[in-house]
């Protein structure tokens, strides 16, 4: 569709997403979820056209990853930079904030010109969205009290909980492979657990995918190796997601049963449910020989499952022998980024490319979710862009 | 005042800022510092009005810490930001001046298309201020060689001495609390020494705050336990400009005894002038044994004055129980941040929100520090913003 | 000349930059390198006269320093930062590029909405240049599979072969000394090891010097001890192209002798190609215990040749005893960066400010190198840029 014609087609999405964070997706309406894919394809029709998307004129939009990132590191700036914000990192190791400071003053301190705030915390169960929604109480009132000229929005660059930058790029990616939304009805999506030979592997990306999908009446696969369980709240929810929207949500123990007649499979390896529990407390607890015993347990328990890689006779067993692969990369694979991994070599090189086609979702995803955050009629604020028509690059 | 009335009033400040640097502000007399607090609160008129303040298309502003920073770092940052810089940090441990290069020589190697350059360096006595002015000497060199198109401006960040723009937020804050600059007439300010856990705290907010207060003719009281001096030349300084004034000033070594009466307080804690020479020497020698036991030393010292905790039976025995209190930020609270700190934690929370506002002036008086250093008529470019009328956020 | 004059005559030029990444100056035409030198010094005149030279309304630079680097590091930012361009640092430590994933996948990661990717990468011999072409090729794949919307230029800010962005900025201060590139004709210029108390310097400024002044008819002396040769493809590639542009090649190893009659002397440091050689082989093990070694042989083996100074009485026999003294920066500096160095502290100084203006054409070659592989048609850009005519600071 035209860039144009999708604005217009924009303004018919009631969305509810003006001054509100997304913090996760099951706590958006399909409205709004569907209004941020749109505002998404646009502005990448924009880009193309060399039409400036810039909306801030100066800004800042901070960042403060709590662990290691590269590509929503770089996808957060991107999103900023095309809006026309400045990144600044809030590098805690550089800060003050060792000294004991609370979480309402550092939210404030950071905040006086900011307009939106990155958060990546999903190191520990149970605090990473927790941490995200303490800074949101701190704007509000920093905001209320006359600290702040507005209220940063914030955004959610993966937490313990839910990964919602990369499952809507995901969902970007699956709209753009299947057609529309619409197509993905009676799909069979395959959430699989994979061997990896390291562990710890946050659970946001599962979660974040069965969270999502189940909204758009697709077929739920999620397999695993017993005891790798996810959060039981977030399992139970989507669940209920995939019954309302028409779809099904199984759970299953046989990695190359479950691969049978899927359309898209998502193999990725993630560390148990109870380990993350265990691993919290002994991060908390700073207990480094605990955690090195537990690393070592894992591993061999991981090691039980070697045979969980998605291979070529997986793939063969799929719809139409070509299920459309995905993942959130760096993918483990096998003879090439490990010994033994997630997905042998051939397969992945084969879907290599759409990884990547997946993945260039993530900028644009994050400047809608910004974007729909900060104007209330987005339908318009991008009519008027195209109506500037300021180029990109050239005089 | 509306914002175009206060750029009218700004005229007729006969100030002497342009292409100067501010290292100390009692080197700038209060016309100057008048300016700065009027260009700071016509710039936060801007903001809310949704004006831009972008001055520069182009540009970089250095910042160069070398100390840990947050809300002086992101202060700089926003500032910049607002005035259309982009921020470059310049990390020494990154660079190559271990290799031993002359501080005339990273100076200009930085600064080929710089406008400001950003320096905090506090840990050294007599080291700080000093390092700043050689790097301006060095940038005076430059420019003239036809090195450097222009000569950045300098920022002093918080250095042995003073710590400008923290002095000049609280000032504006004072202000914006009182009314106006005339109404500080009469007003006694308590900047009293507090307890703290820690040791090692820089001098320059104390010192920074006679040294400013003292120009406004109100009545200083500097209190601190006995043998916790801050560097005479400052205080004998600090002296001569409250008198000069209209105000006075008067040391004391009974917390209880200061506080009586006050309009402001500002209980901080800091190290002892000698204390710091002592850290001085033995940081310039990386004698990190003679570190530790003068760190022993202190924090015995400082033990025995752990009664020196602004409380309510102190807040009470000010002007109506209601003193306004002031700190730089992060404070160390009784039960929040540590055990025994500066403040009781309910003091603390009363003026919690006034502690934020105080904050939220430093993002625009650094930009106005820097606007005033780089256009010689500011009321003038001041206007011309408001004409040009260009929105922040928005098509 | 004038800046509307200059740009007229960069028409002339016929120079075949456009999406063409510079990897080596000696894989470029003359008038390639011309219109380089040309279009920075355009963008130098443009800066003077407040002229903003933004061609890029927002965009991202990625930098990649797999070393450290202060100058380049800046150049790199200032030149981003004067088309328009945010950086944004790839820091391979804070990445999750340890996992194990490919060249590819990462530069396609970092690449969505970035312009160019700027990357020093001198360690190791064999390897930098060749990374350099391993990013180039992933992001043409990944423009042409329509992962990228534009294919980013790459910018070498050093490898293990050239360092063409100083090399560059070299040869437009020798233009700017000596009037023009055609008066380079039949200069001497020697290009001389220097004695250092530090090992493993790169050989990429000495071979880029020899790989590019040989372009011009100088008379090129390249000066050693014994053992200290650079890598022997590009010192005969070097001799080639002396001899074809009409000037001479000469290799000698007595210091004294080389500098005699010299219009131009570069004395630096460098380590030799076999100890890079074994260097990088160590490197590649992690081999602490053979790097300290290696390290203790080669100091004792420049202690050797701590004659090689470049002192007052080489000084007095160059050209009317004043040769145009050139370095990189920064240099070992007798008595100031070192005890005993490359130069003595008297000789540099007089040079001193020249050194300076020397490295200040970095930040302009850079951009041009952009902007030549950015546009078609550079000249009608510029042309452009002076007719719109938006000026870099004020309203």
């Given at each position: 569709m035209k860039t144009n014609e999708k604005i217009e087609a924009l303004n018919n999405i009631k969305s509810d997403l003006y001054k509100k964070d997304l913090l996760l997706t099951w706590e958006k309406s399909e409205q709004d979820l569907k209004a941020i894919i749109e505002v998404a394809e646009i502005f990448k029709q924009m880009r193309d056209q060399n039409i400036s998307t810039r909306v801030f004129d100066s800004g800042l939009a901070i960042s403060n990853f709590r662990d290691n990132s590269t590509r929503t590191r770089f996808s957060y700036a991107s999103a900023s930079n095309m809006l026309g914000l400045a990144v600044q990192d809030l590098d805690e190791a550089k800060s003050q904030i060792a000294h004991g400071e609370t979480v309402s003053e550092t939210a404030n301190m950071i905040s006086f010109m900011t307009d939106f705030v990155g958060i990546r915390d999903d190191m520990y169960l149970g605090e990473g969205n927790k941490y995200m929604r303490e800074v949101g109480a701190a704007l509000d009132e920093g905001f209320?009290?006359?600290?702040?000229?507005?209220?940063?929005?914030?955004?959610?660059?993966?937490?313990?909980?839910?990964?919602?930058?990369?499952?809507?790029?995901?969902?970007?990616?699956?709209?753009?492979?299947?057609?529309?939304?619409?197509?993905?009805?009676?799909?069979?999506?395959?959430?699989?657990?994979?061997?990896?030979?390291?562990?710890?592997?946050?659970?946001?990306?599962?979660?974040?995918?069965?969270?999502?999908?189940?909204?758009?009446?697709?077929?739920?696969?999620?397999?695993?190796?017993?005891?790798?369980?996810?959060?039981?709240?977030?399992?139970?929810?989507?669940?209920?997601?995939?019954?309302?929207?028409?779809?099904?949500?199984?759970?299953?123990?046989?990695?190359?049963?479950?691969?049978?007649?899927?359309?898209?499979?998502y193999p990725k390896s993630w560390a148990p449910y109870h380990i993350m529990q265990q691993r919290t407390d002994l991060l908390k607890n700073a207990d480094a020989a605990g955690l090195k015993e537990l690393e070592k347990v894992c591993l061999a328990n991981n090691a039980n499952y070697k045979n969980w890689e998605y291979n070529e006779s997986m793939m063969k067993s799929t719809k139409n022998g070509d299920a459309l692969y995905m993942h959130c990369l760096p993918a483990d694979i096998s003879g090439v980024s490990c010994k033994e991994g997630e997905v042998e070599c051939?397969?992945?090189?084969?879907?290599?490319?759409?990884?990547?086609?997946?993945?260039?979702?993530?900028?644009?995803?994050?400047?809608?979710?910004?974007?729909?955050?900060?104007?209330?009629?987005?339908?318009?604020?991008?009519?008027?862009?195209?109506?500037?028509?300021?180029?990109?690059?050239?005089?």
């Open positions: 209320a009290e006359g600290v702040l000229p507005a209220r940063p929005g914030i955004v959610n660059l993966q937490c313990d909980i839910d990964h919602p930058t990369q499952s809507m790029a995901d969902l970007a990616h699956l709209k753009n492979q299947f057609g529309s939304l619409g197509n993905l009805k009676g799909k069979k999506i395959v959430m699989s657990w994979a061997y990896s030979p390291s562990y710890g592997k946050p659970l946001s990306v599962p979660q974040g995918i069965i969270g999502l999908m189940s909204r758009f009446g697709m077929d739920i696969e999620l397999a695993y190796p017993e005891g790798y369980d996810l959060i039981p709240d977030v399992v139970d929810m989507a669940k209920k997601q995939a019954v309302q929207s028409g779809g099904s949500f199984n759970i299953s123990h046989d990695m190359n049963e479950a691969m049978k007649g899927a359309d898209i499979v051939d397969v992945f090189e084969k879907y290599r490319i759409r990884t990547y086609l997946e993945a260039c979702y993530k900028p644009y995803i994050i400047a809608a979710m910004m974007f729909t955050n900060r104007f209330e009629n987005p339908s318009q604020i991008l009519k008027q862009l195209m109506e500037r028509n300021r180029i990109r690059v050239g005089v």
